[in-house]
C-alpha cells in the first residue's frame, strides 16, 4: 500500500511546495481526522502558502479569512445589504405594490464562514493572533460544529466539512482551548537540502553553483542577530532579482550584495549583513 505521507509529498512537491516530514504528516493527520491544522512559525516560511496549494491539489475552492484587530463575527460570517432593502422598499412604494420579504438570501451578502460552509474549500484563517480575544472565542463555537445560525433564516450547517489552515506568527499567545481543537505544527525554517529545491523550483534556470551559494548565504544571514530573520519568500525574491542582475552582466556575488533589499527589509540588519558580507560569500 503505497504510503500516504509520501504520497501527499509527492503532490504538494508537483505544485511546488517541498514540505518536510513533520509538516506533512501533519497535515495528512489533519485531512484524515477533519481537524483544523493550526501552522505557526516565523512570518515568510510558507504556512499561507500551503492552504493555496492544498486548494488546488484537492481541487477545492480557497476562502481567506485575513483577520486584524477589531474584526468581528459579522464581518466574518454574513452581513445583511441594507441599502439593497432601502431600495426595495422605495421601488415597491413608487409601483405601489407591497414590499415583499427583506430578509432572504437575495439581501444576504456572504462572508468568508459563511461562504465555507456551503461549498466544498480551504478555509485559511490567516494570522489568527491579529484578532481580537473575543473573536477567538467565537471562532472555538464555529470550528467544533461548522454551523451559523441565522435568525431570519434558520441554522445553515456545513454541507461538507471544509479543510481549515489556520495561520499564526505568534504575536500573541492563543487560547488553549483553541489549540486544543486543532492539530497544531511549528514551521521552521528549511535545512539547505529544502531550501535548495525550492530556489531550483521558484527561480528556474539558475546555475547550481549560484543557488548553493544563495542558500549557504541565507543560512548565515539567518544565523546572524537581526531584527526580521528572512523567510522562504525573501530567499525566493532574492534569487530572482539577482539572477536579473546575473543576466544583465553582474557577477554572482555583486548581484546578490546589490539586491540584498529583497532578502532583508530593516535597514539595520541590512548594515548588519554587509558588516559580514566576505564571509557569506557576497
Known amino acids: ?3 500516504p505521507i ?7 512537491a508537483a ?3 517541498f514540505a518536510d516530514e513533520g509538516l506533512l504528516t501533519a497535515a495528512h493527520l489533519s485531512l484524515t481526522l477533519g481537524r483544523p491544522l493550526l501552522l505557526e512559525g516565523e512570518p515568510g516560511v510558507g504556512k499561507t502558502e500551503i492552504a493555496k496549494v492544498l486548494a488546488r491539489v484537492h481541487d477545492r475552492e480557497l476562502i481567506r479569512l485575513q483577520c486584524y484587530e477589531g474584526l468581528d463575527a459579522a464581518q466574518a460570517l454574513y452581513e445583511w445589504d441594507h441599502p439593497k432593502q432601502l431600495l426595495a422598499i422605495r421601488t415597491c412604494e413608487a ?16 462572508r468568508p464562514l459563511l461562504r465555507a460552509l456551503r461549498v466544498p474549500c480551504v478555509l485559511l484563517i490567516d494570522e489568527i493572533d491579529r484578532a481580537d480575544s473575543e473573536f477567538e472565542a467565537f471562532l472555538l463555537e464555529f470550528l467544533s460544529d461548522f454551523q451559523i445560525t441565522i435568525p431570519e433564516l434558520g441554522t445553515i450547517a456545513a454541507a461538507e466539512r471544509p479543510i481549515v489552515i489556520m495561520t499564526s506568527n505568534r504575536t500573541r499567545e492563543l487560547h488553549d482551548a483553541l489549540k486544543r481543537r486543532c492539530l497544531y505544527h511549528w514551521i521552521a525554517f528549511p535545512d539547505s537540502s529544502r531550501e535548495k529545491r525550492i ?3 521558484r527561480v528556474p534556470g539558475l546555475p547550481e ?4 551559494t544563495l542558500v549557504a548565504a541565507v543560512a548565515g544571514v539567518r544565523d546572524l542577530d537581526l531584527i526580521k530573520p528572512p523567510g522562504i519568500a525573501e530567499s525566493i ?6 539572477k536579473v542582475l546575473l543576466h544583465e552582466g ?11 533589499g529583497l532578502l532583508v527589509k530593516e535597514q539595520e540588519d541590512t548594515e548588519t549583513v554587509l558588516a559580514h558580507a566576505e564571509g557569506l560569500g557576497l
Not at 525574491?237 to 539577482?242: D, F, Y
Open 199 to 201: 530556489i531550483e523550483s
Open 95 to 110: 409601483e405601489n405594490r407591497p414590499v415583499g420579504e427583506l430578509y432572504d438570501e437575495s439581501f444576504l451578502m456572504e
Open 237 to 242: 525574491e532574492w534569487g530572482q532579482a539577482a
Open 6 to 12: 509520501e504520497a501527499l509529498g509527492r503532490r504538494l
Open 209 to 212: 553553483d549560484a543557488a548553493k
Open 15 to 17: 505544485e511546488q511546495y
Open 1 to 3: 500500500m503505497p504510503d
Open 250 to 260: 553582474a557577477d554572482w556575488p555583486s548581484a546578490l550584495k546589490r539586491s540584498l
